[in-house]
């Protein structure tokens, strides 16, 4: 049994995997495609009244500092941009997937998220230094990397708990407590849902790979963005549960191209930003949310 059909195998009882709202696959789609307009991304952001109000809410927050406020979202559009809005919508969206109460041993699910949101916060940051990929691919990737972990708590919740109970015992990482309780990963769980969503060849990239970037194919580099930026997530204060580092702080940098001056000059320049960027992200995306 290969490792598709192994999670196929673990994951055969959850009769129906979570879904992207329509308008966020939709605008994944529209936004690859270089003739499409603002009006036509504008339009179909209108259509989901929950994300439109929570994407406004964010473009006003202190995070974008935007000396006026933005009432439609094809201002929204116009003021920060494509990308930045694609970033937007899916960090509205894939919010509505995480549960934000409770704690299973010593794990706060309220972490989890933060842990994505500096993630992403931290893998755009490297590959606008780097210029090795598209910051706002960069941001979305860091955010959904650890959606496997979600899949796991949500839907395999007693196997969950094991895993959590076997790295206290043994201080062991969670893919090796993975490995044990299920015989999968959440990376490995994560390309499976990234798959079923049908998201960018990209993006299932950086989720699978994120702990092992020189196993990726088409987007090694990209991947080991994600793996930098999960890692300096941890030494910024917003891990979850405990470090796991994909390769040796030196193999991923130079996957990356990125000297370890600039790599402790960015930790520099996140640390006095991170905690209020990933509050404004964390507060707004959830408003409405559940």
């Known amino acids: 049994m290969n490792e598709r059909e192994k999670v196929a195998w673990i994951l055969r009882d959850i009769r129906t995997l979570p879904t992207l709202p329509h308008v966020a696959v939709e605008l994944l789609r529209q936004s690859e495609r270089a003739e499409t307009s603002l009006s036509e991304i504008a339009l179909l ?169 020189n196993d990726a194919g088409t987007y090694g580099t990209e991947a080991a963005v994600i793996a930098l930026a999960n890692e300096m997530s941890y030494e910024l204060g917003h891990g979850y549960g405990e470090a796991e580092r994909p390769l040796e702080s030196d193999q991923i940098r130079a996957l990356t191209r990125l000297s370890e001056e600039r790599a402790a000059a960015l930790r520099g320049q996140l640390l006095e930003t991170i905690e209020s960027d990933v509050s404004a992200v964390a507060q707004h995306s959830s408003d409405h949310a559940h």
């Open 45 to 213: 952001v209108e259509k989901d009244p929950s994300i439109a109000t929570r994407l406004l809410k964010l473009v006003n927050s202190s995070y974008f500092g935007l000396r006026r406020e933005v009432a439609s979202v094809h201002q929204a559009l116009m003021l920060v941009g494509l990308n930045n809005l694609r970033s937007l919508v899916l960090s509205t969206s894939v919010m509505d997937l995480f549960d934000q109460k409770g704690q299973v041993g010593q794990l706060d699910r309220g972490d989890l998220w933060k842990h994505c949101i500096a993630t992403a916060i931290t893998a755009r940051a490297i590959a606008k230094d780097t210029r090795m990929m598209d910051p706002e691919v960069a941001f979305t990737a860091g955010l959904i990397h650890d959606i496997g972990k979600v899949i796991v708590d949500r839907y395999l919740h007693p196997e969950f708990v094991e895993i959590v109970a076997l790295m206290e015992q043994q201080s062991c990482t969670m893919r090796q407590a993975e490995g044990e309780i299920l015989g999968v990963t959440h990376p490995e769980i994560g390309l499976h849902l990234t798959t079923h969503w049908n998201l960018p060849e990209v993006l299932r990239e950086c989720v699978a790979y994120h702990h092992s970037p």
